[in-house]
């Protein structure tokens, strides 16, 4: 199990800490995240969504995801009707379609996600501690702001946000 073991004496200690004492039943699962290293489509197939792998890495959203991906999906179906091929070659338009206008962001949020697990005190401290960044952070939930967008903003911030972050707390 790895990582993972830990994941119920992690959520007690979390609870506990916000004053919640008790056995607290949980379920969970992982959830699949793409590293755009298979294709999502087959003949007379295409994964959207979950299936497909498609997830923010870094919150663990995806409905934003699912919504682009099986709306790009219908189209790729719809021409593929039209064309009577539901071939994987033909049905490769939506994989296509779907990772020019999101495979940047997963990539960054993948990136980001990374980075914040390697040193999650350097990160998560001065970050949550910074209101603009939350504040743009919604913009990214939002759908408003690219993660490569945030991302970027971030990495030219982080060094002062962790010097400010370090000079309060001393």
Not at 128 to 155: E, N, P, Q
Request: one cysteine or more.
């Amino acid at each position: 199990m790895g990582k993972a073991s830990a994941l119920r004496r992690d959520f007690a200690r979390y609870l506990r800490l916000h004053g919640v004492d008790g056995e607290v039943p949980c379920k969970g699962c992982f959830i699949p995240v793409t590293e755009f290293r298979h294709d999502v489509v087959a003949d007379r197939l295409m994964l959207c969504g979950d299936a497909a792998g498609f997830v923010d890495c870094f919150n663990g959203e995806g409905i934003r995801y699912a919504a682009a991906s099986g709306r790009l999906a219908g189209r790729a179906a719809a021409m593929a009707f039209q064309a009577g091929d539901f071939s994987k070659r033909t049905l490769l338009a939506y994989q296509r379609a779907f990772y020019a206008a999101y495979k940047q962001d997963m990539v960054w949020s993948s990136f980001i996600t990374r980075l914040s697990s390697r040193f999650p005190r350097l990160v998560f401290g001065p970050l949550l501690a910074d209101r603009k960044t939350i504040l743009r952070y919604f913009g990214v939930m939002s759908g408003d702001l690219h993660f490569r967008s945030f991302a970027r903003w971030i990495l030219a911030r982080l060094p002062w946000l962790i010097i400010r972050h370090f000079l309060r707390l001393a």
